[in-house]
């Protein structure tokens, strides 16, 4: 079996749709799971309808609602008739009506917490994936829609759960029964808690989702459909003269997702390399075209791509009397844990530690028992600028490049990263775009 998962603007009208299906199609007779986004833009209003109802603004909630709604039901009207379209338009009804009544409870109390929030988004992934079942009814397709939220058994942290791979395998296992000539459709992003409640894996989660169904189902491929021909040197919208790279490994993948390259979201490797499911990444505007391929291993060595992650912030605690102490490193990263906070780059001196960390809303806490081991600054605005392909420093020539590259920018920390995998540099939340588009011209002419 195949999954395919189709992103926001893969599916974003009815030619998206029309173009995103025919594809589903060709790969009929490989027994396809198709996972889909919500239609591109309809998550980021669902979010904006959530915070204007915490504002307690029912006028502003109403009118992103019905420009949901006839977003969907204009493609609705365009591409189905007869019981179709009215199998269609009732659901979009229905969920519509699901989704006024939740925001009006939270504009009434001006509140939506975590949960409420990951019941209202979620209907995006619910519409669209509405509007392809019906569209593959009417194109005469033996089509199923599967409730991710019954599939996809997470814990309860909203916003950003974490799957329960027994639970869910369990779900899946029973519900979803691939075939020759049979397409199962299911939304990506969303689940469900122990008690049923709706959860998210996060934005940009439905890649993920796209791994949790090929793991568990054993798919001998996973494609993620996207709008650009794969993963690239780096993000071409930055830089338009990218090019596609295509072979690179899971690690590489991963890492560049984690620095930054929205393109795939990096949790999505994990499930795909542990059973070895290879993973594409393609284009649905240029489905012949070039892509890029995911595996275990590449065939070549060398600088695959440069990502960028911004809003980083840097910890740096200086402590001359105990660095050297036993347990000092221990205790330090204790702290971050204990508040629930990871650090991305880590760089030790005699005297001095520092870190980056992305997620602040504990900075204040961290850096108050920080202090018990030493003195603290904090530097906010930073990012992390990262050089991504196994073996690259191996050619020394490689690491003189990158620093001629980033003359005149003001270096915070370097870290080589110990895999031999990626080189990463702290750089000025402003100097970001500048670094990459220079690295690039360096490595990639
Ligand atoms: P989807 O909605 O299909 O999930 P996303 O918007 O999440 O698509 O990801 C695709 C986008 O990722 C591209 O349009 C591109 O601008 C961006 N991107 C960032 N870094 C890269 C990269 N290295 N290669 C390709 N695309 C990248
Ligand atoms: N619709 C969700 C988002 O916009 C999930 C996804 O597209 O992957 O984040
Ligand atoms: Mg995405």
């Given at each position: ?8 603007t893969s ?12 594809i ?7 027994s396809p ?13 669902l979010?904006?309808a ?11 909630v109403?009118?992103?609602l ?6 969907h ?15 269609a ?16 409870g ?6 939506c917490?975590p ?7 979620s ?11 019906a ?15 019954e ?11 974490a799957?329960d791979?027994k639970?869910?395998e ?7 029964t ?11 992003f969303?689940g469900s808690?122990a008690?049923?409640?709706?959860t ?10 796209a791994a ?8 001998e491929?996973i494609?993620?459909?996207t709008d ?38 990096p949790a ?5 390399v542990?059973?070895?499911i ?7 505007r ?5 892509f ?8 070549y ?5 440069i990502?960028?992650?911004k809003?980083?912030?840097l ?10 102490a036993?347990?000092f490193?221990?205790n330090?990263?204790?702290i ?15 005297v ?5 960390i ?15 081991l030493?003195?603290v ?7 992390i600028?990262?050089l ?8 020394s020539?490689n690491v003189?490049?990158?620093?001629a590259?980033?003359?005149g920018?003001?270096?915070?920390m370097?870290?080589l990263g110990?895999?031999d995998?990626n080189?990463s ?10 670094a990459?588009i ?7 002419g």
């Amino acid at each position: 079996m195949i999954v395919l998962k189709f992103g926001g603007t893969s599916v974003q009208d009815s030619a998206a749709m029309d173009r995103a299906l025919d594809i589903t199609f060709e790969r009929l007779e490989r027994s396809p799971v198709l996972i889909s986004s919500a239609m591109a833009k309809i998550t980021d209003s669902l979010i904006a309808a959530a915070d204007a109802a915490v504002a307690g603004d029912g006028e502003a909630v109403a009118s992103l609602l019905d420009a949901v709604k006839e977003r969907h039901i204009k493609c609705a009207y365009e591409f189905l008739k007869g019981q179709n379209l009215n199998y269609a338009v009732t659901r979009i009804n229905e969920i519509m009506t699901e989704l006024r009544s939740i925001l009006r409870g939270c504009v009434y109390l001006k509140e939506c917490t975590p949960q409420s929030c990951d019941a209202v988004v979620s209907c995006g992934e619910l519409l669209s994936t509405v509007l392809l079942h019906a569209r593959a009814r009417e194109r005469k397709i033996d089509a199923v829609w599967l409730d991710s939220r019954e599939l996809i058994k997470t814990d309860s942290t909203y916003g950003e759960a974490a799957v329960d791979f027994k639970a869910t395998e369990t779900a899946i296992r029973k519900a979803v029964t691939p075939a020759a000539g049979k397409l199962f459709i299911a939304q990506g992003f969303i689940g469900s808690d122990a008690n049923s409640l709706t959860t998210t894996l996060g934005r940009g989660g439905s890649d993920y989702t796209a791994a949790v169904f090929g793991s568990i189902l054993n798919a001998e491929e996973i494609q993620i459909w996207t709008d650009v021909n794969g993963i690239m040197t780096t993000d071409p919208r930055l830089v338009p003269e990218a090019k596609t790279v295509n072979e690179i490994s899971y690690e590489e993948a991963a890492e560049l997702a984690f620095f930054g390259a929205k393109v795939v979201h990096p949790a999505t490797i994990q499930p795909a390399v542990a059973k070895k499911i290879p993973v594409t990444v393609l284009n649905t505007r240029d489905p012949e075209g070039i892509f890029t391929r995911i595996s275990e291993k590449t065939a070549y060595e060398g600088l695959k791509a440069i990502s960028g992650k911004k809003n980083v912030t840097l910890l740096t605690v200086v402590s001359s009397r105990m660095m050297n102490a036993v347990g000092f490193l221990a205790n330090l990263f204790e702290i971050f844990r204990e508040h629930n906070t990871s650090v991305d780059l880590v760089s030790t001196s005699e005297v001095s530690v520092s870190m980056t960390i992305n997620k602040t809303d504990k900075l204040a806490e961290i850096t108050a028992d920080l202090e018990k081991l030493g003195s603290v600054s904090v530097e906010a605005d930073k990012a992390i600028v990262c050089l991504v392909g196994k073996g690259i420093w191996k050619d020394s020539r490689n690491v003189t490049k990158a620093f001629a590259a980033l003359e005149g920018t003001n270096i915070r920390m370097i870290s080589l990263g110990a895999s031999d995998t990626n080189l990463s540099a702290l750089v000025p939340n402003g100097k970001l775009n500048e670094a990459i588009i220079s690295l690039h011209k360096a490595f990639f002419g």
